[in-house]
Structures are given as structure tokens and as C-alpha cells.
Nanobody
Framework: QVQLVESGGGFVQPGGSLRLSCAASGLPSSTYAMSWYRQAPGKERELVASIITTDGRTNYADSVKGRFTISRDNAKNTVFLQMDSLKPEDTAVYYC???????????WGQGTQVTVSS
């Protein structure tokens, strides 16, 4: 059974930092990419950052470039999202997503709440 366990969400003041983690287990095959998405109330889910697990190539939403950093530990099937200089507009539920080879099937975590407020 595939499990994506997220941790690290919480409440932080503007300008603060949080680090999200997502550990994947039970995957049917090796990973192709690991990503973080977010969904704010009343808005569609959007891609925040992604990383190709084979070569480390990364992609970021324009709104988080220079503030967020995605990284991975392939041996542990874990992806991280370091979030710095957080803003109130970063408030959302953050979801981990994993795509596996060769079908690129997607698996989702349960989500972790990030709230940025003074």
C-alpha cells in the first residue's frame, strides 16, 4: 500500500520559515519526480515546486522562487520543502505528490496545513 506521510506544517509569522517533509513508502516502482502542491481556500490546487529524482532538476512557481527550496533523499524516498521568508499568501494546505516510472502514475499525500499570520 502506497503511503505518503507529510510533516512539518504549522503556524508561523510573516518572514518566518518552515520545513516540510514527505516520506513515501510502498511505491510499486522507482520514482520519476517528487513535488509539492498547495491549495488555499477557494482556489485551485497549484504546483509549488518539483524535483526530478534522477538528476535533481527543479522547477518552482514564480511566486516562491528565491524563497522556497525543494530537495530529496532518494535512498529514503523523501522530499523536503524549505520555506523561508514566508508570506500570508503562502497560507494553504500543502500536498506531497510522487510520480513513478514508467507510467508516471501520481500518488498524493494527505496534506499539511501551513498558516502564515501575524
Amino acid at each position: 500500500q502506497v503511503q505518503l506521510v507529510e510533516s512539518g506544517g504549522g503556524f508561523v509569522q510573516p518572514g518566518g520559515s518552515l520545513r516540510l517533509s514527505c516520506a513515501a513508502s510502498g511505491l510499486p516502482s522507482s520514482t520519476y519526480a517528487m513535488s509539492w502542491y498547495r491549495q488555499a481556500p477557494g482556489k485551485e490546487r497549484e504546483l509549488v515546486a518539483s524535483i526530478i529524482t534522477t538528476d535533481g532538476r527543479t522547477n518552482y512557481a514564480d511566486s516562491v522562487k528565491g524563497r522556497f527550496t525543494i530537495s530529496r533523499d532518494n535512498a529514503k524516498n523523501t522530499v523536503f520543502l524549505q520555506m523561508d521568508s514566508l508570506k500570508p499568501e503562502d497560507t494553504a494546505v500543502y500536498y506531497c505528490n510522487v510520480r513513478v516510472k514508467p507510467t508516471f502514475t501520481r500518488y498524493w499525500g494527505q496534506g499539511t496545513q501551513v498558516t502564515v499570520s501575524s
